[in-house]
């Protein structure tokens, strides 16, 4: 019987292995890139190979065989291959050919290698970040985040508001990283295991403990951590001033990754992609209530402090913080047992989060690809004033951008518009019988409100484009790469806009429950 053991372990640790050929791939390529910054004829090499990684990387995660979790044990691994992960490592592929568009533009001079490196290597730690399934995994993921976004933000713009910039998120991520293993070493202590299928497992027994408070400190400290790469009130402070600093690439990155991350774990965390009966942790009406809070003063204050802003970097940075509110308000709802339920609900909160982040992803990516088109590295655009007379200059920036402040917004026949009205019908389906009450029909009736409050700002952009001339037109000429990145991320809007069944049906598929054999429960 041990050596059966032993062996299904062996099996599971190589079937991992085969799992991660993708980001084995782009792992391989950084290192190459940061080679190639070595040699001064290498550095015109570096985004051809830039490209060829990350197509290598794509070429593998759709033909490479994913190991089956039928032969893998699930309180072993510590990468977990469901459908949430493969979803999510497409979104993260195309996201990262994107991101790899826009960088063609960013200022990085003699650096251009070493940038490239450190930016397939955040893609491939986002995509493990998607399938971890272990404390330390999530961790390492996340990490393998961060410090290559630190050598990004500073490689990407030297001046002193650049410089200023990397250092406040180099200390503030840091301190979000303590809060999280904080967190992470109370759920440690509590069951003795670091995988997350086996601390699901064994969590709902401590309800009755004397340590069924501590879970609750663990949920608060891991919540701050994954708060911070959420941009959620109230560790969004860091947002305007980096957005405001950092190279228009970088803050591009920063606006949607660590947000497609940081979902990620809540889900694995809090056990969103199954059926709950019955809630995993204790004192869940506690937990219920944080999540609600959070996401009610993250959307309100996020595009309250959007409508004083002059600076589009800064309002983009509000308005990321109104946007993570209201996918907070999603995982809310996702959180609720599924026993509550009565019939068939037409969306929940969970799918409609994974909607919204690739709503979100092309509407965000877009419009900064067009500030990127519209400014120079050594002169970005900064102020909403700058942006005067776009439409008439500039076309098809104008038209682009255009659509995607209709998005962001949320009007009709836009990914954005679809997006919402998904997060709103989930939460509205989780049912108003139990001590929530009709509160979540109450958290819908705010992000309504915020909802009209962030159309306001996001038309004040559009009135200055078009109904405003400027002195000074921009002369910019389009750049290839970037009109290619803006060209998919309208596509992407539109189409998921006018037809979004497609993406809501894989999106139901991913959260769909893992069903494990019985000859993998806890503790054979």
């Known amino acids: 019987m041990n050596q059966l053991h032993s062996d299904?372990?062996?099996?599971t640790l190589r079937l991992v292995f085969q799992g991660v050929v993708p980001e084995i791939v782009l792992v391989v390529t950084a290192c190459v890139l940061f080679l190639l910054g070595t040699l001064r004829a290498g550095r015109a090499m570096a985004m051809p190979l830039a490209m060829l990684g990350l197509l290598g990387a794509a070429i593998a995660a759709a033909f490479v065989k994913f190991p089956d979790p039928a032969l893998m044990i699930p309180t072993i691994a510590p990468l977990s291959f469901d459908p949430l992960a493969i979803y999510l490592r497409c979104v993260v592929i195309i996201s990262g050919a994107l991101y790899l568009l826009v960088a063609t533009a960013e200022n990085t001079g003699r650096s251009q290698p070493e940038y490239l490196g450190c930016?397939?290597?955040?893609?491939?730690?986002?995509?493990l970040s998607c399938a971890a399934n272990d404390l330390v995994t999530i961790f390492l993921s996340l990490e393998m985040i961060s410090i290559p976004t630190y050598v990004m933000l500073y490689l990407g713009r030297n001046d002193r508001q650049g410089q200023e910039a990397a250092v406040k998120y180099f200390l503030l991520s840091i301190l979000s990283s303590a809060f999280l293993l904080f967190?992470?070493?109370y759920l440690y202590g509590m069951t003795g295991v670091t995988n997350v299928t086996a601390l699901l497992k064994l969590m709902p027994a401590m309800a009755s403990s004397p340590a069924a408070i501590l879970a609750l400190v663990a949920v608060i400290m891991v919540l701050a951590g994954i708060g911070f790469r959420l941009t959620a009130v109230p560790f969004h402070f860091y947002a305007p001033d980096v957005y405001q600093g950092a190279p228009t690439g970088v803050v591009s990155f920063l606006a949607y990754a660590p947000k497609v991350a940081g979902f990620a774990v809540l889900f694995r965390l809090f056990a969103v992609t199954t059926n709950l009966e019955?809630?995993?942790?204790?004192?869940p009406d506690k937990i219920a209530i944080l999540l609600w809070v959070m996401a009610a003063i993250t959307m309100t204050l996020g595009n309250v402090l959007a409508l004083?802003?002059?600076?589009?970097?800064?309002?983009?940075?509000y308005s990321s913080v109104a946007h993570a509110g209201y996918m907070l308000m999603g995982l809310a709802a996702a959180t609720q047992p599924a026993a509550a339920v009565t019939g068939d609900p037409f969306i929940s909160g969970s799918e409609a989060i994974l909607f919204y982040l690739v709503a979100y992803g092309a509407m965000t990516i877009g419009f900064f690809a067009v500030l990127m088109n519209l400014g120079t590295p050594e002169r970005p655009i900064d102020a909403i004033d700058e942006l005067a007379g776009v439409g008439q200059s500039h076309p098809f920036l104008g038209i682009s951008s255009a659509i995607f402040l209709f998005s962001l917004m949320g009007l009709p026949a836009t990914a954005g518009f679809a997006g919402k009205?998904?997060?709103?019908?989930?939460?509205m389906n989780v049912p108003t019988t139990g001590s929530m009450g009709s509160l979540y029909q109450v958290l819908v009736l705010v992000a309504a409100v915020n909802a009209a409050i962030g159309a306001y700002y996001y038309l004040r952009v559009l009135g200055v484009m078009y109904l405003r001339s400027t002195l000074s037109p921009l002369t910019t000429t389009p750049k290839a790469p970037l009109v290619l990145a803006i060209v998919i991320c309208v596509l992407i809007t539109i189409g998921f806009g006018v037809y979004p069944w497609p993406l809501v049906a894989e999106a139901e598929f991913a959260v769909q429950p893992l069903i494990l054999p019985p000859a993998v429960a806890l503790g054979q």
């Open 119 to 127: 930016l397939l290597v955040a893609i491939a730690g986002l995509s």
């Open 308 to 317: 004083l802003q002059d600076n589009i970097r800064r309002l983009l940075a």
């Open 278 to 283: 019955a809630p995993i942790y204790p004192n």
């Open 183 to 185: 967190g992470f070493s």
């Open 8 to 11: 299904a372990v062996d099996q």
């Open 421 to 427: 009205f998904f997060l709103f019908a989930g939460t």
